[in-house]
């Protein structure tokens, strides 16, 4: 059983950063990002498998993932936010390959509000 806890979530002024973790027990291969913004759907921003990361056009270069392998803890680097980055971010231990949002295990979110 995977169990998954995310953390660093906040308020921040647009261009802010912000660092989120997520602590995991259990095997984390492949572990991606996902963000709930108000008014759509639940979107990938990342994700890491295999030493390799890969992102969301919306978040490239502004974004960076990585991992604490001794810590078994994934973090989401989030620089420059902008007002639309608002929203829950969640970590999700992807049972598929790309990653899909009805197959892996979720945690339970942290709010990220970004304010101009």
């Known amino acids: 059983q995977v169990q998954l806890v995310e953390s660093g979530g906040g308020s921040v002024q647009a261009g802010g950063s912000l660092r989120l973790s997520c602590a995991a027990s259990?095997?984390?291969?492949?572990m991606t990002w996902f963000r709930q913004v108000p008014g759509k759907e639940r979107e990938g921003v990342g994700s890491?498998?295999?030493?390799?990361?890969y992102y969301a056009d919306s978040v490239k270069g502004r974004f960076t993932i990585s991992r604490d392998t001794a810590k078994n803890t994934v973090h989401l680097q989030m620089n420059s936010l902008k007002p639309e980055d608002t929203g829950v971010y969640y970590c999700?231990?992807?049972?598929?390959?790309?990653?899909?949002?009805?197959?892996?295990?979720w945690g339970r979110g942290t709010q990220v509000t970004v304010s101009l």
């Open positions: 999700v231990r992807s049972l598929t390959w790309p990653p899909e949002k009805t197959k892996g295990y």
């Open positions: 259990g095997y984390t291969s492949p």
């Open positions: 890491i498998y295999l030493g390799i990361t």
